[in-house]
C-alpha cells in the first residue's frame, strides 16, 4: 500500500545513495538467506565490499564478466536464491543485453539488476560509461519491472518493495549524494507514481534526479501564473497509466524531464498513454539523441538540456500548443 510524504524542504541528502543501497542489502538480508549480492569488479565503487565482509557466502565478485554475471544471477535464481545484480548501467544493459533478455526475461528469473551511474551522473567515466540508453534498452523485455528512484527512502522502499513480488526488476540508481524528496517511512508501489504538485494548467512527468529540478521548474513557472502540477514517474514500466491519463485530461498538455534520452525513454512511455488515452501536446526534456561525455555533472546537465530552465521553456512551449489547439 503506496503512503508517501514528501519532504517539506528539499536539501541534498547526508548520505550517498550507494550507502542506502548497500544499507538496505545488509538489512534485508539479515532476516533473508535468499539474498545474495553479485558484482562485476565494482564492489569498492558501490560499497558492496562491507555486505561481503559480513556474508562472504552470499557475495561473489566475478570479475569484468559483465554477461557472465547476468547468467549466473539467473542460475541462483533457479536455485531458490534472489540475487542483486550490480555494475554501471552500461554494462548491465548495453553490454550483457541479450543474456539478461534470455536468462533472466525469457527464463522468468527472480532477478533485481542494479544499474548505477545513469545518465549525466557518470560524470568524469565519461561517454562509454554514460547510460542514455539503457532504460529504452530494458522497456522491450516483457514483463520487466523498470524503476529510478529519486532519493535514498525511494531506493530503499522499493528494494524492499521487491522483495514480495516475483520476477526481472531493473533498478537505475546513483552512486552519490542526491536531492531529497520523500520523508522517511514513505512507500511505494511498482506502477503506481507520485502526485507531488497539484496544478491545473500543465503537468511535469519526471523520475531520479530530474524530480527535483521538476518542482524547481514548476516554483519558476507560479511566478509567472502558471499552476503546474508534479508527478514523480519513478517506475517506467508498469507506467501508471490511470496518472498520465489523467494528466492529459485534466491538464491538457505534458513535459516529460529525464536524464536519458528522449528516444524509448520516459518521454516515450508517457507519448504512447497518451496518444492512446487522451491526446494532447507533449514536449520532452531529455538527451536528444546524442552520445555521453566527460564532465562534471553540472556542465553535462547544462551541455544536455537537463535543468529547470529547460523545463519552464518546454512547458512554454506546450502551454502555446495547447493554447493554439496544436498537438
Not at 549480492?37 to 561473489?60: H, Q
Not at 544499474?115 to 534498452?137: K, Q, R, W
Not at 496518444?275 to 531529455?286: I, N, S
Request: net charge neutral; aromatic share 8%.
Amino acid at each position: 500500500m503506496m503512503s508517501v510524504k514528501p519532504v517539506a524542504e528539499r536539501v541534498k541528502e547526508t548520505a550517498e545513495m550507494r550507502k542506502a543501497f548497500c544499507d538496505t542489502l545488509l538489512d534485508i538480508a539479515a532476516t533473508d538467506r535468499r539474498v545474495v549480492v553479485l558484482d562485476a569488479d565494482l564492489m569498492s565503487s558501490i560499497g558492496t565490499v562491507k555486505f561481503m565482509e559480513k556474508y562472504p557466502d552470499r557475495a561473489f565478485d566475478v570479475g569484468v564478466q559483465e554477461a557472465n554475471m547476468m547468467g549466473i544471477a539467473a542460475g541462483l535464481s533457479v536455485t531458490g536464491k534472489i540475487p542483486f545484480a550490480h555494475t554501471f548501467g552500461p554494462f548491465a544493459t548495453r553490454r550483457a543485453f541479450d543474456q539478461v533478455f534470455l536468462s533472466c526475461g525469457y527464463n522468468r528469473a527472480n532477478v533485481r539488476i542494479m544499474g548505477s551511474d545513469p545518465g549525466v551522473t557518470a560524470a568524469f567515466n565519461g561517454g562509454t560509461h554514460m547510460p542514455f540508453e539503457d532504460m529504452g534498452l530494458m522497456r522491450n523485455i516483457p514483463e520487466a519491472i523498470l524503476v529510478e528512484p529519486a532519493d535514498n527512502v525511494q531506493l530503499s522502499a522499493l528494494m524492499k518493495a521487491s522483495m514480495d513480488r516475483y520476477g526481472l526488476f531493473y533498478f537505475r540508481i546513483s552512486r552519490k549524494q542526491v536531492i531529497k524528496i520523500y520523508e522517511e517511512g514513505s512507500q511505494f508501489d511498482f506502477g503506481r507514481a507520485v502526485l507531488l504538485r497539484e496544478g491545473r494548467d500543465l503537468t511535469i512527468i519526471a523520475s531520479g534526479i530530474m524530480v527535483d529540478d521538476g518542482l524547481k521548474a514548476a516554483e519558476i513557472l507560479a511566478q509567472e501564473g502558471i499552476n503546474a502540477r508534479v508527478v514523480d514517474s519513478f517506475c517506467w514500466k508498469p507506467i501508471d497509466r490511470e496518472m498520465v491519463a489523467a494528466a492529459a485530461r485534466e491538464t491538457g498538455a505534458i513535459v516529460t524531464a529525464e536524464n536519458h534520452n528522449v528516444i524509448n525513454g520516459l518521454g516515450s512511455a508517457v507519448a504512447e498513454v497518451v496518444v492512446e488515452e487522451c491526446p494532447v501536446p507533449v514536449e520532452r526534456v531529455g538527451v536528444q539523441d546524442r552520445f555521453g561525455q566527460v564532465g562534471p555533472v553540472d556542465f553535462l546537465r547544462r551541455e544536455y538540456g537537463l535543468t529547470p530552465d529547460n523545463i519552464v521553456a518546454a512547458a512554454r512551449r506546450v502551454l502555446a500548443r495547447k493554447r493554439g489547439g496544436c498537438c
